[in-house]
Antibody
Framework: EVQLLESGGGLVQPGESLRLSCTVSGFSFSSYVMGWVRQAPGKGLEWVSG????????DYADSVKGRFTISRDNSRNTMYLQMSSLRADDTAIYYC???????????WGQGTLVAVSS | EVVLTQSPEFQSVTPKEKVTITCRASQNIGNNLHWYQQKPDQSPKLLIKFASQSFSGVPSRFSGSGSGTDFTLTIDSLEVEDAATYYC?????????FGGGTKVEIK
């Protein structure tokens, strides 16, 4: 059974950093493009970042470029999102997503809440 | 960055009515367009992949069409359980984007 489990969310102050993790099971992790999608309270879905299976290429939404860094450790079946210089508008549920052939999201995690507030 | 513009933002519909949601891309994305359904406090669920291909287990009343820049999600004969927010998503490269969403309410 495919499972994606996010962790690392919490309450932080503006300007601080946080690292999210997504640990997966039930499939060959290194064979899949993985991504992060977020959803601010009461708002729509926003693509944050994606990374290729072997970790040689990644890209980011303009809203987080230069502040967030995606990475993965295929030996640990885990993807990360290092978030720095956090702002109030980064407050959201962050979902881990598996992309089939780098295209559609066929599996989602349950999400982890990041709240940025003083 | 490809911008996806969904319309309408909100639709109130009677059961058994037909629902049509459109998604327009700011540039040609071929058929790299997918549709999801999200209910409150749940993760999104895939309905349609590559513009018109139904995902496994999705009821046949959901269908998609279009290519290039203009896409449509159709729900034939809306059921009460279809009350949700629907999103389009483009996967042209690693910098992907979502539409703003369409909330479908049951009258």
């Amino acid at each position: 059974e495919v499972q994606l489990l996010e962790s690392g969310g919490g309450l932080v102050q503006p300007g601080e950093s946080l690292r999210l993790s997504c640990t997966v099971s039930g499939f060959s992790f290194s064979s899949y493009v993985m991504g992060w999608v977020r959803q601010a309270p009461g708002k729509g879905l926003e693509w944050v970042s994606g990374m290729t299976g072997i970790g040689n290429n990644a890209d980011y939404a303009d809203s987080v470029k230069g502040r967030f860094t995606i990475s993965r450790d295929n030996s640990r079946n885990t993807m990360y999102l290092q978030m720095s210089s956090l702002r109030a508008d980064d407050t959201a549920i962050y979902y881990c997503a598996r992309l089939f052939s780098g295209s559609y999201v066929d599996y989602w995690g349950q999400g982890t809440l990041v709240a940025v507030s003083s | 960055e490809v911008v996806l513009t969904q319309s309408p933002e909100f639709q109130s519909v009677t059961p058994k009515e037909k629902v049509t949601i459109t998604c327009r891309a700011s540039q040609n994305i071929g058929n790299n367009l997918h549709w999801y359904q999200q209910k409150p406090d749940q993760s999104p669920k895939l309905l349609i992949k590559f513009a018109s291909q139904s995902f496994s287990g999705v009821p046949s009343r959901f269908s998609g069409s279009g290519s290039g820049t203009d896409f449509t999600l159709t729900i034939d004969s809306l059921e009460v359980e279809d009350a949700a927010t629907y999103y389009c998503h483009q996967s042209s490269g690693l910098r992907q984007t979502f539409g703003g969403g369409t909330k479908v309410e049951i009258k």
